[in-house]
């Protein structure tokens, strides 16, 4: 079972992987992380696998690519070497696999390249989205809706069930995090906020109301999950949803996060 960890640079993938190893394995399973950032300089874990073995950022730059379309080609070579990579993942018998993928969000959102080269690893089995959105985008409503269309757009290139986490969920403040985090995935909820709101600029406010309309109205977001390194209750909460999800048996809905 493989759990991909996706999410801006910088949202806590790594570390987030670093932990949830351990409270996986916690639980007597054997579980491998996967580094999959070709430019990574440290992690704040030993990955079992990884992809660094395989692919190097500066071997691209060196033939001529800036530093983001290097990124670009390194993950989409990858592809040349799945084989290898699912090989080195058997050999660990594993019951869960973290995949810890790049901050370099285009990848996922955007690109054909990177789901590709996350299929061509996870092939048949089965697979959860953990998706990072930053604590720092709940701040205000219509960052919450811009980080939320993000993570609907990995969800419809990645197809696969998805949980959408809000990381470093202790630097929220408390009211946001017991009042609006438990309600934000109630229809009209994000509509209302946009509406008090007396901050934000017009136009903003106008794609906003839209575009929360149609988060609502196309399922794409379903209940939104606190993870904070700091608190192990969070993690192994987070462990419960992707047993929950994982245990759901074979149907790749395109949504399927529990409401
Ligand atoms: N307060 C707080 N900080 C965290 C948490 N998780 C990670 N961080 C910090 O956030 C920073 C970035 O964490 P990383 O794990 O490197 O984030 P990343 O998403 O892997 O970053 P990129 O791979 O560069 O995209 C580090 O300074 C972490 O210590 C958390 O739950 N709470
Ligand atoms: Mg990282």
Redesign the pocket.
């Known amino acids: 079972m493989f759990i991909v960890l996706i999410?801006t640079?910088?949202?806590?993938?790594?570390?987030?992987a670093s932990y949830l190893k351990a409270t996986i394995e916690a639980s007597g399973n054997v579980v491998v992380n996967l580094n999959f950032?070709p430019a990574?300089e440290s992690l704040?874990y030993e990955a079992d696998i990884d992809i660094r073995d395989y692919i190097k950022v500066e071997d691209f730059m060196a033939r001529g690519y800036g530093p983001n379309g290097s990124m670009i080609a390194a993950v989409d070579s990858i592809i040349n070497y799945a084989n290898k990579v699912r090989e080195e993942i058997y050999s660990y018998r594993p019951d869960f696999v973290i995949i810890?993928t790049?901050?370099q969000l285009e990848l996922f959102a955007y690109r054909i390249g990177g789901p590709i080269v996350l299929e061509s690893i996870v092939e048949d089995e089965k697979a959860v989205v953990v998706f990072?959105m930053d604590s720092i985008f709940f701040d205000n409503p219509a960052d919450m809706v811009s980080i939320l269309t993000l993570a609907s757009s990995v969800n419809t290139r990645l197809k696969r069930p998805q949980i959408n986490v809000i990381?470093?969920?202790?630097?929220i403040i408390r009211e946001v995090l017991e009042k609006v985090i438990p309600m934000i995935h109630e229809e009209g909820y994000l509509e209302s906020m946009l509406r008090e709101s007396n901050d934000i600029d017009p136009q903003v406010l106008g794609l906003s109301m839209s575009l929360a309309r149609v988060l609502y109205e196309s399922g794409y977001f379903g209940e939104i999950i606190p993870?904070?390194?700091?608190d192990e209750i969070t993690i192994k909460n987070l462990y419960g949803k992707i047993q929950e999800i994982l245990s759901q048996g074979e149907d790749k809905k395109i949504y399927d996060t529990y409401a």
Do not use: E, F, I, N
Not at 227 to 230: E, G, I
């Open positions: 999410g640079a910088g949202s806590g993938k790594s570390t987030l950032d990574a704040p810890d790049p901050g990072l990381s470093k969920s202790d630097l993870v904070s390194v700091y």
